[in-house]
């Protein structure tokens, strides 16, 4: 498809139409951004649709945040590889300094001569693009800067097939195509770092669980606002296999705030942890960061379990269990009873000298500690609320199930209790199992404990 938006022509055409034709255009790359909405895969989108109607050569180079992202496409309408595209130091600095010209800029290439190689390589490197634009033999090149939010930050390079160019009276309709895909691809780019930085916090305060052979842990979590990806729940696990310590916590609040605290409490907890073990002094320590907090974080109150797990050589783990006004952890039997531990403590950051009792339990094989937050017994259905009777009685038949299985069944069945109308809160589920045998890995043969204090906090 062509159209005469981009004709090559010295007479007059039709201006409404060439305008319109314009408009068209930008809806369609728009269109492609926002439905891929990834800033590589849009780049590549846009110039595909350029070259599609009517380009010779399309070359896209942006720099939203700390690199430089690059699609180029051809007549072919297939855009090249992207390392066939990527931008080097010396392009770097010839494309920025195009785009601080802030203007539309016009090339007249040189004949065939190792002059206009240079030219297009100073732009484009010494790249299969360079080739197809000799190809297309064209006589010259157009620059359209890509402006958002007040800074210049990436460039629209085209090129036309032989003595083919943009009339001049339509350069300001591309001019207002570009101005649209600039502030759509600059959109694109900014949601693209955030889910980025959330899934990086994300992972920080939810990491994947390790395999042990001493003990089985199994972890499920859902934020409120999948959308941003971010809630106040999180997990921290460290130690080694032998005196193992983990930590379940819900910080006040959702989103941003709620993560922000909660990852901030969750380097304290790990270093708590790293050097002593006791689950009433960890969050004795935490309970004093959370009170040195600044004053803008004072009101942001968090709640814990920490739990810490020996085995025991019969087989079974004595598991050592401390609260801060956390939902009292479960106790699930391999004969499927229930118990409730009796660890209590107010909530973190509320008194400056708390007591938090601790309690201890043995696990024999095939039992299971059950660690939750609230959003667990307070999920809303569209006439009730899910309960602790009710979690009690969801967890009898679990009994026997493999820790991950067992969070992993218990989330989905509050999530279909759940009516996400009237349900905004963070889900997490922590199960901690005896193994019925020793789990065979590479670390239940060695001497020496394995340790988790390498993972990143």
Not at 143 to 172: D, I, M, N, T
Request: aromatic share 4%; with cysteine.
């Amino acid at each position: 498809m062509t159209s005469p938006f981009f004709v090559s022509s010295k007479t007059s055409g039709d201006a409404a139409g060439e305008r319109y034709a314009a408009h068209r255009l930008a809806d369609l790359c728009v269109r492609h951004i926002e439905a891929v909405q990834h800033p590589q895969k849009a780049v590549e989108a846009v110039v595909c649709e350029l070259v599609e109607h009517g380009l010779a050569v399309a070359h896209i180079a942006v720099h939203p945040g700390t690199s430089w992202i690059a699609a180029a496409a051809t007549t072919d309408v297939v855009p090249l590889d992207a390392e066939l595209c990527s931008v080097g130091r010396p392009q770097a600095q010839a494309l920025h300094e195009i785009i601080q010209l802030g203007t539309t800029q016009r090339w007249v290439l040189p004949p065939h001569t190792a002059d206009r190689i240079r030219l297009l390589s100073l732009v484009f490197g010494d790249t299969e693009l360079v080739e197809r634009i000799e190809e297309a033999a064209s006589k010259e090149l157009l620059f359209f800067p890509l402006r958002a939010r007040g800074r210049g930050y990436g460039l629209l390079s085209v090129a036309f097939r032989g003595s083919a160019e943009l009339r001049s009276e339509a350069v300001g309709d591309l001019e207002l195509l570009v101005d649209r895909v600039a502030m759509s691809l600059d959109t694109c780019a900014l949601l693209s770092e955030g889910r980025y930085l959330a899934s990086t916090m994300r992972e920080a305060l939810i990491p994947p669980m390790p395999q042990l052979a001493r003990a089985e842990l199994g972890l499920w979590s859902r934020v409120a606002d999948a959308g941003l990806g971010l809630g106040g729940d999180c997990v921290a696990v460290t130690g080694d296999e032998d005196d193992l310590s983990v930590v379940v916590a819900d910080a006040m609040g959702k989103g941003v705030e709620a993560a922000v605290t909660a990852k901030r409490l969750h380097a304290a907890f790990r270093t708590a942890a790293r050097v002593d073990r006791r689950p009433s002094w960890v969050l004795d320590i935490v309970n004093q960061v959370a009170s040195d907090e600044p004053e803008e974080y004072a009101g942001f109150f968090t709640t814990a379990a920490c739990v810490r797990s020996r085995p025991q050589p019969e087989g079974s783990l004595l598991v050592d269990v401390a609260t801060a006004g956390h939902c009292p952890p479960l106790v699930l039997r391999a004969d499927g009873i229930v118990e409730t531990m009796q660890a209590r403590g107010p909530v973190l950051g509320l008194y400056p000298d708390p007591e938090f009792t601790a309690d201890t339990v043995t696990l024999e094989p095939g039992d299971s500690l059950l660690i939750y937050t609230d959003g667990i017994t307070e999920a809303q259905s569209a006439d009730d609320v899910f309960g602790e009777e009710r979690l009690t009685e969801e967890l009898v038949p679990l009994a026997g199930l493999r820790a991950q299985a067992m969070a992993e069944r218990l989330g989905l069945l509050v999530d279909d209790f759940a009516d996400r109308l009237r349900d905004q809160d963070d889900r997490t589920v922590m199960v901690v199992r005896c193994p019925v045998r020793p789990v065979e890995t590479a670390a239940a043969h060695l001497d020496e404990p394995r340790s988790l204090d390498s993972r990143a906090s």
